[in-house]
């Protein structure tokens, strides 16, 4: 089993920034596909950016502006700026292994409970 914990949200204006971390505990996730989704009110679950090995993937909304990273230590990030209240939304980070994966929330097995990230105008 693989634990995720979010930490790192909170409420924000136009034009700041945030760094989210995904902690990740239990059984080793060095070689998984870790990635960060969001879900605002009334709306699906979004894509916003995955890291495979060295790899990285960005939905195009956030190309330019978020950046994820991942340590040694198996803890993720991502790193938000010039956030926007379309950035609004909860942001979970999940955990996979697997093909074609990178954007499919089907596909991740872990996942943590979400941080609220608000962004105000």
């Known amino acids: 089993q693989v634990q995720l914990v979010e930490s790192g949200g909170g409420l924000v204006q136009t034009g700041a920034s945030l760094r989210l971390s995904c902690a990740a505990s239990?059984?080793?996730?060095?070689?998984?596909?870790m990635g960060w989704f969001r879900q605002a009110p009334g709306k699906e679950r979004e894509f916003v950016a995955a890291?495979?090995?060295?790899?990285t993937y960005y939905a195009d909304s956030v190309k330019g502006r978020f950046t994820i990273s991942r340590d040694n230590a198996g803890t993720m990030y991502l790193q938000m700026s010039s956030l926007n209240p379309e950035d609004t939304a909860v942001y979970s980070c999940?955990?996979?292994?697997?093909?074609?994966?990178?954007?499919?929330?089907?596909?991740?097995?872990?996942w943590g409970q979400g941080t609220q990230v608000t962004v105000s105008s």
């Open positions: 999940a955990a996979g292994i697997g093909l074609y994966i990178i954007n499919r929330p089907d596909r991740y097995a872990y």
């Open positions: 890291i495979t090995g060295s790899t």
């Open positions: 239990g059984r080793a996730i060095s070689g998984y596909t």
